[in-house]
């Protein structure tokens, strides 16, 4: 596994990481989830060796980053989204091939994983064109499939579906769930906080390069404090539903076109529409919303950090 | 040895795409510009005539024929270094640098890879730039074989080092510009490719012994232009500043590796 202690980088006076403690084990996805300049790139910088951190450890699979970086690379690869990391002059297929000497790879080991990844990422038929002629989704995939060239253990993404269409970041998803599956250890930070609660087994959640959060993405919510919200929306709103509704609990919001909303921890749905029948209304409709993990990090980061942990 | 392989025909692919023949065109027509200066230069206003000072100092009266000598090496120089010096930095403007550095392989390889491609393009710049002279009635001399052959290895391994050297300075300045004249027009100044190192003054004589080109050019000159022979030990200097050059880009490379990693990937 990874597994970081005390780690922190400065840059000059700026503290880009803080005390930072993170493990990412075999065989599942980790997420790594923040605001803007939370230091989820610097941190995997430090982890891929391309920065070297200004105090603390960092163990990749046992090996030390500092003082066998080249052991590490080989064991590793990174894919930043919105970074080429490709060359443009050269075609996919010979792309490939060249980052496969890189790594050292014997070539019929090579020539068939470079058939199979272009397959991967959907590029068998663009695989003799050059990249400067290829779409922007299309390097990234390229890019990504160059992050596979060395078969690594673990496997870093930056943001890998920034700009990508949907079915394509979606069928990156499906690889990224298979490649943990198939035992490999991979760290996502991802603005799509849908796709960090559909992959990830865990969640670290950082601020201003502090440790906010972590735990599963529905411990992440619970953790939060974000409640489900309760929308009854009532065909018309009589006086007496109405005090019916403020009766039921003072929190209780009433938007015009006659919708009650209710939000709060436990199951009120149930009791709520009761009230409201009681007192006469008639239902049009009703909708239960469970907190999102969105929600969470943006309630996680209005706290300090000491009262969430 | 692998890198250095694919990293030569991945230059050899790119080359072949990225510039046509106006780019070896363009560069010949340097060369060419300062041997037809120099030609006119005599013909016109030193009619024929080259000092004695000049002679006594150069080591020949073939005004020519040094010229044409120094204006081949300076090409030889000046080339190699834009492939092999700037070979990093490109990277880093086609953000391809983060994908190298993340991969295991050695960065002595990588380079050598490139050096394999300059030479043998530089080579074939170099041949048609002699043609050229020999046109203008220049007859190219060595004192033997094996002179001519150590010569030019000792500017090859010149042109190495001080490209490893600067290839950290540029991808640590993130420039690449400002970096390459400085040290283009510092050597055409110091190291003894227009004019003899003994007009210089003495301070800017020794400025010029921190370039390892220099020495190796004393070594090209007694060769190529002054028919004395290798001079053995500015042939031991030369390798010795070539390596130790080479050594400490090296060796240095991965700081700058990371110091450019902070700013991109
Ligand atoms: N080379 C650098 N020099 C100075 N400050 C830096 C440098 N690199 C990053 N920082 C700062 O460190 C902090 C963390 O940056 P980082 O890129 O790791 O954030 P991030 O979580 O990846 O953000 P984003 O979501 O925008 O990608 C930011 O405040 C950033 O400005
Ligand atoms: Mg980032």
Redesign the interface.
């Known amino acids: 596994m990874i597994e970081t202690v005390h780690l922190r980088k400065e ?1 000059g006076t700026k503290v880009a990481v803080h005390d930072l403690n993170l493990t990412v084990p075999l065989g599942r996805v980790t997420g790594l989830l923040g605001l803007n300049g939370a230091g989820k790139t610097t941190t995997i ?1 430090i982890l ?5 951190q200004t105090s603390g450890t960092v163990s990749v699979g046992g090996l030390d980053p500092v003082r066998q ?3 590490v ?2 064991r ?3 894919i ?1 989204g919105g ?8 075609t996919g297929r ?1 792309n490939l ?3 496969g ?4 790879v014997p070539g019929r080991v090579l020539r068939p994983r470079v058939a199979e990844l272009l397959d991967l990422v959907g590029l068998a038929e663009a695989a003799d064109t ?1 990249v400067e002629r290829y779409s922007r989704g299309m390097a990234q995939r390229l ?1 990504i499939a ?1 992050g596979l060239v ?1 078969d690594p253990d673990y496997l870093l993404l930056d943001e890998p579906t920034l700009g990508l269409d949907a079915p394509i970041a979606r069928d990156l998803r499906r690889v990224v769930a298979a490649l943990a599956e198939r035992g490999k250890g991979v760290l996502l930070t991802s603005h799509y906080l849908a796709e960090v609660e559909q992959l990830c087994a865990h969640v670290y959640v950082i601020g201003d390069g502090r440790h906010l959060a972590e735990g599963t993405p529905a411990e992440l919510v619970a953790q939060s404090g974000c409640h489900r919200t309760v929308r009854v929306a009532v065909v018309e709103l009589t006086p007496r539903v109405e005090a019916a509704a403020r009766a039921f609990a003072p929190a209780v919001r009433i938007a015009p076109g006659g919708v009650v909303e209710l939000s709060g921890p436990g199951d009120v749905a149930g009791a709520l529409t009761s009230t409201i029948i009681e007192a006469g209304g008639a239902l049009k409709g009703l909708e239960i919303a469970e907190p999102t993990l969105e929600d969470a990090i943006l309630a996680l980061n209005d706290r300090p950090a000491a009262v969430i942990a | 040895m692998v890198v250095a392989w694919a990293t030569l025909r991945r230059s050899w692919l790119v080359t072949r795409r990225a510039y046509p023949w106006s780019y070896f065109i363009g560069t010949l027509l340097l060369g060419v510009f300062t041997m037809g200066v120099a030609y006119l230069g005599l013909r016109a206003i030193a009619g024929d005539q080259v000092s004695a000072e000049f002679a006594g100092r150069a080591g020949t009266a073939d005004y020519l024929g040094y010229i044409a000598v120094g204006a081949t090496a300076y090409m030889f120089v000046v080339h190699g270094i834009l492939w092999i010096g700037k070979a990093l930095i490109q990277e880093q403007r086609e953000g391809t640098m983060g994908a190298l550095v993340v991969a295991p392989a050695r960065r002595l390889p990588y380079l050598l890879g490139f050096a394999a491609f300059a030479f043998t393009a530089v080579a074939l710049e170099v041949a048609v730039l002699l043609g050229f002279a020999l046109l203008l009635g220049v007859r190219p001399t060595a004192t033997g074989a094996v002179d001519a052959v150590l010569a030019v290895a000792a500017l090859a391994l010149a042109v190495f080092g001080m490209s490893v050297v600067l290839s950290n300075v540029m991808i640590v300045a993130g420039e690449a510009h400002i970096t390459q004249n400085t040290v283009f027009q510092a050597m055409a100044v110091l190291s003894g490719f227009t004019f003899p190192r003994d007009y210089l003054p003495e301070a800017l004589r020794w400025l010029g012994e921190l370039i390892p080109i220099t020495a190796a050019m004393d070594v090209i000159r007694g060769v190529f232009t002054a028919g004395t022979g290798l001079d053995p030990a500015r042939l031991g200097v030369a390798a010795l500043i070539g390596f130790g050059y080479a050594a400490a880009g090296l060796l240095t490379m991965p700081w700058a590796e990371r110091r450019a990693m902070e700013r991109s990937f």
Not at chain 1, 83 to 90: D, L, P, S
């Open positions: 840059f910088k891929a060796t391309l920065l070297r970086p080249r052991a690379r080989r590793i690869n990174l930043a970074e080429r990391m490709v060359y443009a002059r050269m010979e091939w060249y980052f000497q890189l790594y050292d050059r890019s160059r060395n």
